[in-house]
């Protein structure tokens, strides 16, 4: 997590729990992008320094059902969505294997399965080549790995390597070619016992090309996806959340119409999305620009 997620996390009320919950502080990262490896701060506050964080999702995620459930939500796992249904653009019921849910306003948060834009048929645009990223968890010790995470980037793709906690690394690499196999290690962490089999995600940079409608919001990977290297996605899922439900809440008070709700969200993400891209093309022409034969256009 970057230090800029501390205080959306203390504003939800986790901020007494951020410190238990919370592991491998460091003060920046290392980056090999482009030029020689550097160390690049996160800054600081008066001199005391911004510090990042890693979260472990298990526990980050019960964490933040748990704050659900204090404010009040009725919170209901394990249950299987089976259709959703549009009826004049609105999203009335869902139609679950326990029944049927009717609500006033339906938040998809559904991550990179995108459950609501599979229902509507709502197609996504693509902003970059395919990206796949692999990542992983090694055991161990890797010294050099301890004081901060670092980012390298090369022809072929760059890796992210970082030290969760005690005895405990995660790496991720995109390879532009998508040519990491099975048994593939970053350097730093060869030797090392691999926790389980190296995982993938689609990491495309992608945005549904409806984001909204009269009752109904895509929130986080739902909505749109940008690869690891925007550092953001976490930061962007709760706010993208947090913007929806004030819409719903303007909505239901009766401050905005269902329409003028769904086109504000629409239009701020998709502003927001095209900054990001903007940004981030301009990180990876920087390695392009250093990296005669890199095989990527982003
Ligand atoms: C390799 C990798 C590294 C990354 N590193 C970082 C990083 O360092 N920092 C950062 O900020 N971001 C990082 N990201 C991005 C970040 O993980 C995502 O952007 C973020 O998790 C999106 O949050 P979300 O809540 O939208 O979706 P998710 O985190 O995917 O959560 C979606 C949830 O919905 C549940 N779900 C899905 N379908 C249903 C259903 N039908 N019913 C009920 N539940 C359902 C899923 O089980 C899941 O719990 C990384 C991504 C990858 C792939």
């Known amino acids: 997590m970057h230090p800029g997620v501390r205080p959306i996390l203390e504003q939800l009320g986790l901020g007494g729990r951020i410190d238990a919950l919370a592991s491998g502080f ?42 659900a459930a204090e404010a009040g ?12 249904a549009e009826e004049h653009g609105a999203i009335r019921h869902v ?25 509507l048929d709502v197609p996504y645009r693509s902003r970059s080549p ?44 995109v390879d532009f070619n998508d040519m990491a196999n099975d048994n593939w290690l970053p350097t730093e962490f060869q030797g090392m016992a691999p926790l389980s089999r190296t995982r993938g995600a689609d990491v495309t940079w992608r945005i549904a090309e409806r984001l909204a409608g009269p009752n109904w919001f895509m929130t986080g990977d739902a909505a749109a996806t940008l690869d690891p290297t925007s550092s953001r996605g976490v930061l962007k899922s709760i706010l993208t959340a947090m913007m929806a439900g004030h819409l719903a809440d303007a909505t239901i008070g009766g401050r905005l119409t269902p329409l003028q709700a769904a086109s504000s969200y629409h ?6 999305f095209d900054k990001d891209v903007k940004q981030m093309k301009q990180f990876y022409h920087l390695l392009q620009d250093a990296t005669p034969g890199m095989s990527i256009d982003v």
């Open 267 to 272: 239009d701020w993400l998709l502003d927001w």
């Open 130 to 173: 395919r990206l796949i990223a692999r990542y992983g968890y090694v055991k161990g010790s890797c010294p050099v790995r301890d004081e901060a995470p670092k980012i390298s980037g090369g022809r072929d793709g760059w890796t992210w390597t970082a030290k969760i906690r005690d005895g405990l690394y995660q790496w991720t690499r």
């Open 26 to 67: 460091h003060e920046g990262i290392w980056s090999e992008w482009g030029g020689p490896a550097h160390f690049q701060s996160f800054g600081s506050d008066d001199g005391v320094p911004w510090q990042g964080f890693h979260l472990w999702r298990p526990d980050f995620d019960t964490a933040m059902l748990l704050l």
């Open 95 to 119: 139609k679950t294997d326990q029944g049927t849910i009717t609500a006033r306003t339906l938040i998809d948060a559904s991550g990179r399965v995108r459950h609501l834009a599979r229902q």
């Open 73 to 84: 939500a009725d919170v209901r796992r394990g249950v299987a969505v089976s259709s959703i």
